[in-house]
RNA sequence: GGCGACGUGGCCAAGUGGUAAGGCAGUGGACUGCAAAUCCACCAUUCACCAGUUCGACUCUGGUCGUCGCCUCCA
């Protein structure tokens, strides 16, 4: 039985979804206005992990991840400039431009990472009808009023407001750091719809006249369109909790009078020396970067070492850590072949069956993927133990399965390397036979230098039992 | 100042009442023409510190020290 962490009770709790075998899941997406980071990475990696164990599970889920690309301020919540409207302008494009831009790379860097894709990844600039609805209703029933030409949702009237971030009404050290909207009733009031200067670009008319919307709104609207007014798991990071979590409860609960979310889920951040990698202090590092030191799937083995409620420290070691790792896994994968089907042994069978069985262990417990790696290596090391003997091809199909099923499926781990298909991989049967036949005829010299210049270039040699070698393309 | 999290071997990291998973690194051995891969063995009498509860605590309670996050935008 899968337990999550649920924020918003500070527990673990048993996951059953509103109307199974249905589940819906909405995590807040990026705001395009640059390239994705290694944080970005941590947590969208922790949810695509939690997606696909659900759908392990044999759960139904839809999984909706919005695209911010519009009313995200460079200040607080009420003032400073829209993100994507400054960074259009340093890069002298249209903000749609950006947006565009920065959507594609993002959707590239995380596909590199191995996670699938959201089956809905709304546009914000593309809902605005519905989050005017919403302020209409919010309207409607008290919970909004309208104050030179901005439009406010009234903390006042929402008595909830605070108790997911556990922030009560005189804990904020309002008006030292945070310089308050003048025309708000109460500092912690928060914007809806913001009128627009002439300089604004990205606006819309609306009831209250041309503006934007303000940038909490968008992922109730949202969230609420494609899921229903209440919705399974709400995931983000740990950032998020305070303010644009507490936001969107209050505005949705307060429009439609029903609980929002049943499991709020948030991951921790990574951090560098320590601290949190971020935008403000300027010490992150892009994926794309990282991926021209490390492979892709060493990035992503390397943040499921983790937990995704823990903090991540960045680190060489640990990347290194992660590669060696990679390595053990892909190799015992190649070790096993594309066998054909049939029926295992008691002695695999059971071993598969011990496995899956710790593996869901440590899922089941709020999606532990480090425990969960612990069984995977377990397995491999047993397996390995039970390659040295005599395996059926049954057998070794029976443990790809297993392999496929857990590393690859669940934990998106993929262990094809993908780096020597197609014809390098043509070449490197034909180089293994060549240093196979040196070696037999003793040509031990000719056989090291060619392993030492395929080593040069980037690929590793073994010799099997036998005879033969087998070349393979490094990570 | 308020709210919250964390402190486990050289590094990373699980474990939350019954006597410390796993990975990386390291050491020794087997195998090998030599390597690599793989396997075997070794690698925390101890879980920041101090009290307390208990037959028993890394795990519960209280305190101390330290680190970090949120309270402005940030995944």
Not at 39 to 51: A, P
Request: aromatic residues 10%; negative net charge.
């Amino acid at each position: 039985m899968l337990s999550l962490y649920n924020t918003m009770t500070r527990e673990k709790e048993e996951f059953t979804p509103m109307n199974p075998p249905f589940a819906g899941v909405y995590v807040c997406g990026p705001t395009v206005y640059g390239h994705s980071h290694l944080g970005h990475g941590k947590s969208y990696v922790s949810f695509d992990v939690l997606l696909r164990y659900l759908r392990y599970l044999e759960y139904k889920v839809r999984y909706v991840q919005n695209i911010t690309d519009v009313g995200h301020l460079t200040d607080d919540a009420d003032a400073g400039e829209d993100k994507l409207q400054k960074q259009a302008r340093l890069e002298k494009l249209e903000p749609m431009e950006v947006a565009e831009k920065y959507t594609a790379s993002y959707f590239r860097d995380m596909d590199l990472l191995g996670n699938l894709r959201p089956d809905i990844s709304p546009r914000a600039s593309g809902h605005i009808p519905e989050q005017i609805e919403l302020v209409k209703t919010l309207f409607e029933k008290g919970h909004a009023y309208e104050a030179g030409g901005n439009v406010y949702f009234d903390v006042s009237s929402f008595p909830g407001y605070g108790r997911l971030s556990g922030r009560t009404a005189d804990d904020q050290r309002t008006g030292t750091r945070v310089r308050s909207a003048d025309d708000k009733r109460n500092p912690r009031d928060f914007a809806l719809w913001k009128s627009a200067g002439e300089d604004h670009i990205l606006q819309w008319n609306s009831p209250w006249g041309w503006g934007y919307p303000g940038w909490h709104l968008e992922c109730s609207a949202m969230a609420m369109r494609y899921l229903g007014e209440t919705i399974d798991i709400h995931g983000g990071g740990l950032e998020n909790v305070f303010p644009h979590h507490e936001c969107e409860i209050a505005q949705s609960t307060a429009a439609t009078g029903k609980e929002f979310v049943r499991y709020w889920m948030h991951n921790n951040m990574v951090t560098v020396d320590g601290r949190k990698m971020g935008k403000s202090l300027g010490n992150f590092t892009l994926l794309r970067d990282l991926y021209q030191r490390w492979e892709p799937m060493v990035v992503r083995l390397y943040i499921l070492r983790s937990h995704y409620r823990s903090p991540l420290d960045f680190s060489d070691e640990g990347l290194a850590g992660a590669k060696s790792g990679l390595e053990r896994l892909i190799s015992f994968k190649s070790r096993l072949g594309s066998p054909e089907k049939g029926s295992a042994s008691e002695a695999v069978l059971d071993l598969v069956s011990r496995t899956e069985t710790d593996f869901r262990k440590a899922m089941d417990d709020d999606l532990n993927t480090p425990g969960a790696l612990a069984s995977l290596f377990e397995y491999v090391r047993a397996g390995n133990i039970l390659l040295e003997g005599e395996l059926s091809e049954a057998d070794k199909h029976q443990m790809t399965v297993l392999l496929d099923t857990l590393a690859t499926d669940v934990l998106g781990v993929q262990l094809a390397s993908e780096s020597s298909g197609g014809s390098s991989e043509e070449l490197c049967r034909i180089l293994g036979e060549l240093r196979g036949y040196l070696r037999k005829n003793k040509l031990f010299q000719e056989a090291d230098k060619l392993r030492d210049d395929l080593s040069n270039a980037g690929f590793s040699v073994r010799d099997l039992p036998g005879g033969a070698s087998e070349v393979t393309a490094d990570l």
